[in-house]
């Protein structure tokens, strides 16, 4: 039988090959995060628009790609954190050493 694999498909299996995958470490925290986003992403009734600075806004585009999503999905999703008071800033963090 012929190996009739697809361009990426034969990326994957070479990639995989070479050991280039790494494990994550706690996969169901990012399975968690993700669920979550994808809440919110299906959850919105209302629209807004707003203005802010081409700077924030490819700083925030930059951030969303990182994550693998949209950058929309991305300021909605700090929005909700921020309402739900779960949003923290990095000076207010407390780390036990």
Do not use: W
């Not at 012929?2 to 995958?21: A, G, H, P, V």
């Not at 924030?56 to 929309?72: M, N, T, V």
């Amino acid at each position: 039988m012929k190996n009739r694999l697809s361009n990426e498909e034969k990326e994957i299996l070479n990639s995989y090959e070479k050991n280039e995958f790494t494990e994550i470490p706690d996969m169901e925290a990012e399975i968690k995060k993700h669920v979550e986003y994808a809440k919110a992403t299906h959850l919105k009734n209302r629209r807004i628009n707003i203005r802010i600075s081409q700077k924030d806004l490819e700083s925030i585009q930059r951030k969303a790609l990182e994550e693998g999503i949209p950058y929309q999905t991305l300021i909605s999703s700090l929005i909700h954190k921020y309402t739900a008071g779960k949003l923290v800033e990095k000076d207010k963090v407390l780390i036990n050493k």
